[in-house]
C-alpha cells in the first residue's frame, strides 16, 4: 500500500517537497518488502529456503527488466513518464488484491535471555553485501540518466537500455535458484560475493 500510495502520489505531485516526499513514503514502503519477504519466505520455506529466496529475487527482476521497457514505450508514445509509473501502480494493485488474503504462517516464539554479540565474519558479510547492494541500486536508479546525458542516447532509447542490466541480474537470479539445489549456499555466497568484487 505503501508503494502504490507512494507511487500514486508522486504523479500527482506539483512540488519538489510532494515528489520528494512521495519518493521517501516509496523508499520506506521498498525497504520493509525487503526485509519483511525475505524473513516471511525463510519462515514458509525452512531448510529451502535460499531456493525460495533466490527465486523470488528473479520474478523481482523481471518486473524491474518490465518497468524501463515500459517507460521507454511511454516515451516513444509521447506519452508523460506519469503514465510508465501509473502502469506499475496497476500491477501492483492486480498483485495485492490477488495475493491480500494469502494466510500467513504465525510468528515464531524465540526467547533470548542475555546480551550476544555477532560474530566476526557475520560483520564481514554484512559489509559486503552492503556494497554489493549500493552499486547494483546506484546502476538500477542512474543508467537511464548517465545513458541520456553521457552517452548521448535518447530518453527512449536510454530507458530501454536500462533494461539490459535488470535482463542480465534476472538471468544471474533465476540461475542461482537452480545452483542453490544442487550446491550449497554456504559455498555457493563466497563465490558469488567474489564474483561481484572482481566484477
Known sequence: LG???GAALLCVASAAWFS???CALMGASGG???IVVTALLSELHGDRRNVALAEASAVAYAFGTVAPLVMSLCLSLA????NAVLVGVVFGGIILLWFGRTPLPDAAVISTSGRASLPAPYWIYWCALTMAIAIEFC???WAPEFLQQVVG?????????????????????AAGGSLLRVIAAQRL?????LVTAVA
Open 3 to 5: 508503494m502504490l500510495g
Open 20 to 22: 520528494i516526499g512521495s
Open 32 to 34: 520493509l518488502i525487503v
Open 79 to 82: 506519452l508523460s513518464w506519469r
Open 139 to 141: 546502476i538500477l536508479l
Open 153 to 173: 542516447l535518447s530518453a527512449t532509447s536510454a530507458a530501454a537500455s536500462a533494461a539490459v542490466f535488470g535482463l542480465g541480474m534476472l538471468t544471474g537470479r
Open 189 to 193: 555466497f563466497p563465490l558469488a560475493l
